[in-house]
């Protein structure tokens, strides 16, 4: 049965119902440096906000008093990386040369209207960082510090910050990253833990679930600083990598069964969270919408080539399958520290988590990328393509006689 509160006898105010709670704000409490240089809450510009809904609350007060010493940056470089839009990477090295580094990135968010499905005419007011779903694919390595700079811009409507499942304390970074319009921040944590790790935005309460599922979410890949190995320490290497988010999508409906529109990014929260509550996606789709890896916009590779295919859910569980191929190499946990599987068929990438896996094409033509839910997958959207370019290998399978009627 669903809880009742009274909305009206809750000390609900704009910044609080902007985020959905301000539980992150225990964690920057033990970060009294960075908690020095945050504007007063009276400084924040005025935004547009969701309708009320009832919102549990924990709250902290951070200290204005440095509690910690500065980091020592001695003897690191500092590097740009250019993000790219999915499913493409950023250019780095699979073996890290020299000494580590800090590795400087910007991200802005953007609140745009998003087809979900051309067919139905679905959309959402999607949340996104760098205007894409999923996230840019960040790469650095084990040992490097990643210096993020993240910015609101004025136009948005609503707060974001960022946690980072890769990073160490402060909620993922989330404690410490809240922008409101207009904002920016810098963040900087130190790559601890090698592998592929999810990043999403967590303003607090049930902002989280509604930014995460409004496309807000993305990967970032943490390198060895000597590269990719197997389970006997022989280094593994590849030609590409295809970067796929999962996003499921909870479309409001109205009372014919149709898609709700919404005039601006926030208007549909209340419909949002009553859509998310049911825990049944309308879609799940790869890279924000139906079709966005198939058809023109299908992976490209050819035989010979090896494409770490990385994938993330920052929501669900999935079970990612390349149709007429395997995972040759998979980290189905995405940790890096420990030996990958080898030879699957299927993988299962946890909800909250991202994963990788190796493969070496050895046939021409289409693959079928799947959440191997079937249903998932060609039903709600949860299906990429690659077209493989090659000469094709009778030795690994032939059609032997081609369909005929059968002889009586």
Request: negative net charge; glycine residues 10%; contains cysteine.
């Amino acid at each position: 049965m669903r809880n009742k509160f009274d909305i009206d006898g809750l000390k609900l105010n704009r910044r609080n119902i902007l985020r959905g709670g301000i539980f992150a704000g225990a964690a920057a409490a033990t970060l009294g440096a960075a908690a020095a240089q945050a504007q007063p809450i009276a400084a924040r510009p005025k935004v547009v906000t969701p309708r009320k809904l009832p919102i549990a609350h924990a709250s902290a007060t951070a200290s204005d008093k440095p509690k910690a010493k500065p980091a020592d940056l001695t003897g690191y470089t500092r590097v740009k990386q250019e993000l790219v839009m999915p499913p493409f990477a950023p250019k780095h090295e699979q073996v890290a040369t020299g000494g580590p580094k800090i590795v400087e990135i910007t991200m802005e968010t953007e609140e745009k209207l998003l087809t979900v499905d051309e067919d139905t005419g679905a959309s959402i007011w999607a949340l996104t960082y760098n205007g894409s779903v999923p996230g840019p694919l960040i790469i650095a390595h084990e040992g490097d510090y990643i210096e993020l700079t993240l910015r609101n811009p004025a136009s948005s409507q609503m707060e974001h910050n960022i946690d980072f499942h890769a990073s160490t304390g402060a909620l993922g970074g989330g404690g410490l990253t809240h922008v409101y319009p207009g904002e920016e921040t810098v963040l900087r944590f130190k790559a601890i833990k090698p592998g592929v790790f999810t990043y999403h935005c967590a303003p607090g309460g049930a902002m989280i679930p509604y930014h995460v599922t409004h496309g807000m979410n993305g990967a970032i890949m943490i390198l060895p600083r000597d590269g990719l190995k197997d389970r006997d320490g022989k280094p593994l290497r590849y030609d590409s990598i295809a970067y796929i988010g999962e996003q499921d999508f909870y479309l409001p409906r109205d009372e014919n069964g149709d898609y709700k529109t919404y005039k601006t990014a926030g208007d549909d929260y209340a419909d949002s969270v009553d859509a998310m509550r049911t825990l049944i996606p309308t879609h799940s789709v790869f890279n924000g919408s139906v079709g966005a890896l198939t058809g023109d916009h299908a992976l490209k590779a050819k035989v010979g080539e090896t494409v770490l295919m990385i994938h993330n859910q920052a929501n669900r569980d999935t079970r990612p399958h390349l149709i007429g191929g395997h995972g040759d190499y998979v980290w189905e946990t995405g940790s890096f520290g420990d030996a990958p599987h080898t030879g699957m068929e299927t993988w299962f990438i946890r909800g909250g988590s991202a994963g990788a896996a190796l493969y070496t094409f050895k046939q021409p033509g289409v693959y079928a990328y799947v959440n191997h839910n079937l249903i998932e997958a060609a039903l709600l959207g949860a299906t990429a393509h690659f077209v493989v370019e090659g000469a094709w290998d009778n030795n690994l399978m032939e059609q032997v006689v081609a369909p005929r009627p059968i002889a009586k």
